[in-house]
């Protein structure tokens, strides 16, 4: 666990300050807590006594419940401002890491990006984040302040009795090392559940984003068998961790018995022959009490504690990977010319030829600064979407052959937009956010006219046939449709 914790310890530096002043206050809420029991020994030693006048048992009473009110309240003050400065920093070491890995996945090659799911990398950036933060916060405002109360308590119990403290203490060794071992094995059926639920993520994503082609070819079924495959994985891997972790609490729960009663038992005896006051009797059983509430909220963080290693571990992986493309030191960027050419690529209104030695250079940058041209619909798609734009004139696909189909839907969508201005034409209709589409038609040159956008997303690759018949006719998506301005008078 302090390997994985060394391992994020750059982040935690910028917050040094909040954990200085939390550490302090938690110290000071351990000490208090230790405090607390000996009002109650002052009141059975010192009080309940024979002997003690009524005016000497009440002064002694009243000193004691307001000691022991004054420690309470004091403990809890410092203890709640030492949490919340603990937790409010793992919070933000764990933004800062979620940033670093996200960032880090944008340095890494496409290689890497090749050989990685992205399901895999979104939950190792959300998710696994996630737990990293929850262990941060267990580890800093939970456990730390547990431990050192422990710490503290058997401190005291030696100073008072060692003899008395090492048969208190009898149980402890053993359960701390069924303890450990447990703890090794629910962090390999964490990693499992890290791993499988990865996987889980990646199969739920790749789904959802073809969702399209799953339909179009009716996979749905065995996209839900594969993915019921996985989840059923995850699930074992789940209850393997659940039951480990479940076997942890009656076990701290019999070792605390077992010590209680011993010292009752044996305390009990020194109280009758003398060698023991009943006050430090009460002392030991309370701190007893105390001392196994950090054991018990171990095994209770077992869980979130295993979880967050693994997936620390799952995000060390990627931050520990090594970028392969770097610029040199002290590089510049140069000034970039950039220039795209269609040779041998024609464009036409039947005979008349349009694409001339203008629009054959679309991205000489002396002559156009920015421009987008990605791809034309497919002519299957071409004519509901003009009989969408022309409700007048509808164009029944089965009456025409495919050139004749084609060569008629982009005619009827060309016939919308004709009037061409000297900037690019707004009126875009489809299925895509408005703001895209516009976004998209102003980024083409004047020199070029959007005709139609729609669906998930656009592509950069230009797919201008020689006639109106060649387009794309399996596109993955539907795309933006350009085509080169019609000449004046044309």
Not at 180 to 198: E, M
Not at 327 to 346: F, K, M, N, Q, Y
Not at 467 to 481: F, I
Request: glycine content about 8%; proline content about 5%; charged content about 20%.
């Amino acid at each position: 666990m302090t390997g994985v914790v060394a391992g994020f310890r750059g982040y935690l530096r910028p917050y040094r300050r909040s954990l200085v002043i939390g550490s302090l206050l938690t110290l000071a809420g351990v000490g208090l807590g230790l405090a607390q029991p000996w009002p109650l020994r002052a009141v059975v030693d010192g009080v309940l006594v024979p002997g003690r006048t009524g005016a000497e048992a009440a002064r002694g009473l009243a000193l004691a419940v307001a000691a022991l009110v004054v420690l309470v309240v004091a403990s809890a003050g410092v203890t709640y401002w030492g949490a919340r400065l603990l937790a409010a920093a793992g919070l933000h070491v764990a933004n800062d890491i979620r940033l670093a890995v996200l960032a880090h996945l944008h340095r890494l090659s496409l290689a890497y990006h090749g050989s990685h799911r992205v399901g895999d990398l979104s939950a190792r950036v959300t998710s696994d984040v996630g737990y990293t933060q929850d262990m941060l916060v267990q580890l800093l405002s939970g456990l730390a302040p547990n431990l050192l109360l422990v710490v503290g308590m058997f401190a005291v119990m030696v100073v008072l009795d060692p003899v008395f403290t090492a048969l208190a203490v009898l149980a402890l060794p053993l359960l701390v090392l069924v303890t450990h071992r447990s703890r090794q094995r629910l962090r390999l059926a964490a990693r499992r559940v890290r791993k499988a639920d990865g996987a889980l993520a990646s199969a739920a994503s790749e789904d959802l984003a073809a969702v399209h082609l799953v339909q179009a070819f009716t996979m749905e079924d065995d996209r839900l068998a594969r993915f019921t495959g996985l989840s059923r994985t995850s699930l074992r891997a789940g209850l393997d961790a659940v039951r480990l972790q479940s076997g942890l609490a009656p076990m701290v729960e019999v070792a605390a018995v077992v010590s209680t009663a011993t010292v009752l038992w044996f305390g009990a005896w020194r109280v009758i022959d003398g060698r023991l006051t009943l006050g430090v009797l009460l002392v030991f059983l309370s701190y007893l009490a105390s001392l196994y509430k950090p054991v018990r909220s171990l095994s209770k963080l077992s869980t979130v504690l295993t979880k967050g290693m693994a997936a620390a571990e799952r995000i060390r992986d990627v931050l520990d990977t090594p970028v392969e493309v770097t610029d040199r030191p002290g590089s510049t960027v140069r000034p970039v010319r950039g220039r795209i050419e269609l040779r041998s690529v024609s464009f036409s209104y039947g005979r008349e030829p349009v694409l001339d030695e203008q629009f054959r250079r679309i991205a000489d940058s002396r002559e156009v600064t920015e421009v987008t041209v990605v791809a034309v619909v497919s002519p299957h798609a071409a004519v509901p979407f003009a009989n969408e734009l022309t409700p007048g004139r509808h164009t029944d696909p089965t009456e025409l052959s495919f050139q004749a189909e084609a060569e008629a839907a982009v005619a009827l969508v060309a016939a919308v937009f004709d009037g061409w201005g000297p900037t690019v034409h707004r009126q875009v209709r489809s299925g895509s956010p408005a703001t895209e589409i516009v976004r998209a038609a102003e980024e083409v040159s004047a020199e070029l006219v959007s005709l139609a956008a729609g669906g998930r997303g656009l592509t950069s690759t230009i797919l201008l046939g020689s006639t109106a018949s060649r387009v794309q006719h399996s596109a993955p998506c539907p795309v933006l449709v350009c085509r080169p301005r019609r000449p004046a008078g044309g």
